[in-house]
C-alpha cells in the first residue's frame, strides 16, 4: 500500500515564530490531503485540507502548500502559540476498487516554548 | 465538542473480560470507522461501515468484532484480548467515504 511519511518527529519553536511541518507522500495519484492536529487526550482535529489541482491554500494563521512535482506537503503556522503544542498529522487519500481511504502519517510533535 | 462521541475514555480489561466501546455521532455523516493508534506508529484503520454496511475489514483479528445498528452509532466489541492490543481506539465519521474524518477523543484501552 501506499504510505505517508514525515520528514522530523519533533520541532521545538519559540512562541511567536512561524512553523513549518513537512510530509512527504508516494503515490503520486493521490488528490487530496488533510493536515490534523493531536492535543494531548484528544483525537485528531481537521485543520486545513488541499486538492491537487491546488498548490496553496490559507486558513486562519495556516497554510498549506503542495508539491506534486516532488510529492512533498507542508503546513506553515504563522506566529505559533503554545496552543499549538500538539502532534500534526499528513493524510492523503487514496482511491481503491473496494473504496477511498485515507493514510496517515506517523505524525510530527510540534511543541512551543514561551 | 468533535461531534462524535465515544464511551468509555479509559477502560481496563483483563485477558479473558468481553467489553464494548461505543461511538456515536450526530452529524448526519454516512461512514463510520474505527482506527488503532499505537504510539510512534500511524493510524490503523479497522473497520469501515457506508450507509451501516460494513466494507472494510483490514484483517483485524477475529477478537474484534463490529456493529453497526444505523448510520449514527458504532460499537467495537472486545473478547479475549492480548496485551498488545492496548492502543488509543478511535472513531471517525465521514459524510462519505472521500470526506475529511471527524474524531472522536478515543477509548484509551490497556489489557492487563
Keep these: 500500500g501506499e504510505s505517508v511519511g514525515l520528514h522530523l518527529p519533533t520541532l521545538s519553536v519559540q512562541e511567536g515564530d512561524n512553523s513549518i511541518i513537512n510530509c512527504a507522500y508516494s503515490n503520486s495519484a493521490s488528490d487530496y490531503f488533510i493536515w490534523y492536529k493531536q492535543e494531548s487526550g484528544k483525537g485528531p482535529q481537521f485543520i486545513i485540507d488541499i486538492r491537487s489541482n491546488m498548490d496553496k ?3 486562519q494563521r495556516v497554510t498549506v502548500l503542495l508539491n506534486k512535482t516532488v510529492k512533498h506537503l507542508s503546513l506553515q503556522i504563522a506566529a505559533t502559540q503554545p496552543g499549538d503544542s500538539a502532534v500534526y498529522f499528513c493524510a492523503e487519500l ?3 476498487n473496494t473504496g477511498n481511504q485515507f493514510y ?9 516554548i514561551p | 465538542e468533535t461531534g462524535v462521541t465515544q464511551t468509555p475514555r479509559h477502560l481496563v480489561m483483563g485477558m479473558t473480560n468481553k467489553k464494548s466501546l461505543k461511538c456515536e455521532q450526530h452529524l448526519g455523516h454516512n461512514a463510520m ?6 504510539a510512534k506508529k500511524p493510524l490503523e484503520l479497522m473497520f469501515v461501515y457506508n450507509f451501516k454496511e460494513q466494507t472494510e475489514n483490514n484483517s483485524v483479528p477475529s477478537r474484534f468484532s463490529p456493529e ?4 449514527s452509532h458504532l460499537f467495537l466489541h472486545l473478547h479475549t484480548l492480548q496485551p498488545e492490543d492496548s492502543a488509543l481506539y478511535l472513531c471517525a465519521s465521514s459524510l462519505n467515504r472521500d470526506s475529511p ?5 478515543g477509548t484509551r484501552l490497556t489489557v492487563t
Design chain 1, 57 to 59: 491554500r490559507q486558513g
Design chain 2, 68 to 71: 453497526c445498528p444505523n448510520s
Design chain 1, 94 to 96: 487514496n482511491k481503491w
Design chain 1, 104 to 112: 496517515f502519517g506517523t505524525g510530527t510533535s510540534l511543541t512551543v
Design chain 2, 33 to 38: 470507522y474505527w482506527y488503532k493508534q499505537s
Design chain 2, 101 to 105: 474524518l471527524h474524531f472522536g477523543n
